[in-house]
């Protein structure tokens, strides 16, 4: 089965040996997106399976989870902890990535599966994306992305090289990119979703501005929950990590607002 995504993602990024309990709380306060990766450097992929394991036997089905991983190229792997062989074939360690995946995850299959980043030749990144479509073919991964994508022609070039096309776009959410202005447009004409990391901590001048402090007085939200609703609208999916329980719950309220069309564009000057 396959899980549409979230508005809002759990990002589990550099919580190490906290993985696991912060999965745990992040599920039981209504997360339904889960977003790691096969980079031990950044991720402690397995303590997610061990919350998933957990959460089903108190009765979480894992099918109702959109679970997202990536796979790491080597330039993004710690030289001493990788967790494929670094000799082998470009392919070979796509496969052999995803295997390790599945089994830190305890689960056969992954809704999303995403390309770290873009490798230094464009007929290695063709390698890379034709091993992660074989795994799609195989159902084993129900859709494909890329992360880390700030050049539109790359982007344009894979779009047009793939058989099976990127759904996902993970960019960090900034102003020395101008916001992925371009990018986005593309992702929103050819059906991918844009997701966004750094969201928060990129932006502290977007969360003390004028114009979102009024919206989120006039909506009795805060502003982080405003940004997340603003962000929502715009087709954005953002991810967060937080570490903090009431963060938690109060981003997961973002979503029972809706701006109206001047709101959202008197937001969008802002970017
Ligand atoms: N593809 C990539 O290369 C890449 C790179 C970076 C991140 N990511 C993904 O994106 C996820 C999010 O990472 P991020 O870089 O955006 O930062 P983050 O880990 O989400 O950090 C957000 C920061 O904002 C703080 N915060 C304060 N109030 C908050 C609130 N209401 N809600 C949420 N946070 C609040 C958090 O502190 P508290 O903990 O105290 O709430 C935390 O320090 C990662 O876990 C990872 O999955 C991907």
């Known amino acids: 089965m396959y899980t549409d995504m979230p508005p809002l993602i759990y990002g589990t990024a550099w919580k190490k040996e906290r993985t696991k309990e912060l999965v745990i709380e992040a599920v039981k306060a209504g997360f339904k997106g889960i977003d790691t990766a096969c980079q031990p450097k950044h991720y402690h992929e397995a303590g997610v399976g061990e919350a998933l394991a957990l959460l089903a036997q108190e009765g979480f089905r894992r099918e109702v989870l959109f679970l997202q991983t990536k796979f790491t190229p080597l330039t993004g792997q710690d030289p001493l902890n990788v967790p494929y062989d670094k000799k082998a074939e470009l392919s070979t360690q796509v496969a052999q990535s995803f295997e390790v995946s599945k089994t830190n995850l305890q689960t056969n299959y992954i809704d999303s599966l995403i390309l770290h980043s873009p490798l230094s030749s464009f007929d290695d990144l063709e390698t890379v994306w034709r091993a992660m479509e074989e795994i799609a073919q195989r159902g084993e991964a129900k859709q494909l992305g890329i992360s880390n ?36 447009s593309f992702c929103e004409k050819n059906n991918i979703i844009y997701q966004s990391f750094w969201t928060l901590t990129a932006n502290p001048h977007i969360l003390k501005s004028a114009e979102l402090i009024q919206l989120s007085q006039k909506y009795n939200k805060n502003v982080i929950q405003l940004f997340f609703t603003y962000l929502h609208q715009v087709g954005i999916t953002p991810l967060t990590g937080t570490t903090n329980i009431e963060h938690m719950q109060s981003d997961l309220e973002s979503f029972d607002i809706v701006l109206n069309a001047s709101e959202v564009s008197k937001l969008d000057s802002l970017f």
Do not use: T
């Open 149 to 184: 994508i700030y050049d539109l022609q790359i982007l344009k070039d894979l779009y047009e090289m793939a058989k099976i096309k990127p759904s996902v776009v993970q960019n960090r959410f900034y102003q020395e990119s101008g916001y992925d202005k371009e990018i986005r």
